[in-house]
């Protein structure tokens, strides 16, 4: 039977919407830095976009857990975890659960972590879980962990997400020191202009300074970018709550 035109029309669009949800939202947490806590295998295996490798702890570890570091606040839409594929470590994903946080987990005393969910007891090779991980605030770090002493091993950590901005900020100071790669080049009027357009322009951890160059604002998403400078002033933005402080002004002087 022929379709009409209104049937055909109908049909592109289903197709269309079909194509739309396989379209798959960008990987936010892709070769940022991780870390693990105790000795372990590099933890950068979990975030390499490779799934034929693995981030894992292979001793008994209290708490065994991953960490990434987002490089900028966002809002969470999705985190997919998978589990190993080789050697029998799928299962030391089992019981793990999944967590977002505005502050290191590991560096930082008392932090809040929001649990997204929980993987299964019972985990396969190559197995993906989904967490919806809908925050209320914007955060900047990702964790998967288990509460027990024992493994943990992580085959690759997926996020999606939307860049936003964080309320309250502080900022290190380090003189004689700028930016090497910025991912943003700006002129502006003063240090505290740089620092503005570092809190609104998202993602931003750090900025540098020069009030005679031109142009004389670098932003940029890692922190640990920089170079020797005279002339230059590099600001971090602190990654401890408990550090920080809603103001901006006089932060830069």
Known sequence: MRKTGLN?????????????????????????PSKMNGIDNAASFANDGNIQSQAAINFDYVNPSWQGDLQGWYTIN???VTSAIYN???AY??????????DDSMDCPDVEIFVCGQCPA??????????????????RFVKVWRHLTGYLAVGEVEVEGTPTTQRGTKYQKMMNTKVQTPMTSLTVASANECGYHCHVFQPCLSFSYNPTAAPNCLLTSNPE??????GWTKYTIEKCSSNITCLLTDQFN
């Open 93 to 102: 994903l089992g019981s793990a659960y999944v967590g977002v946080s505005a």
């Open 88 to 90: 029998g470590n799928e």
């Open 122 to 139: 019972s985990v396969g090779q190559g197995e993906t879980f989904t967490f919806n991980c809908s925050h209320p605030r914007p955060v």
């Open 8 to 32: 055909l029309l109908v049909a592109l669009c289903y197709i269309s919407l079909q194509d739309i949800v396989l379209i798959k939202a960008e990987n936010i947490m892709l070769r940022k």
């Open 78 to 80: 999705n985190i997919y």
């Open 225 to 230: 970018d920089a170079a020797a400078a005279a």
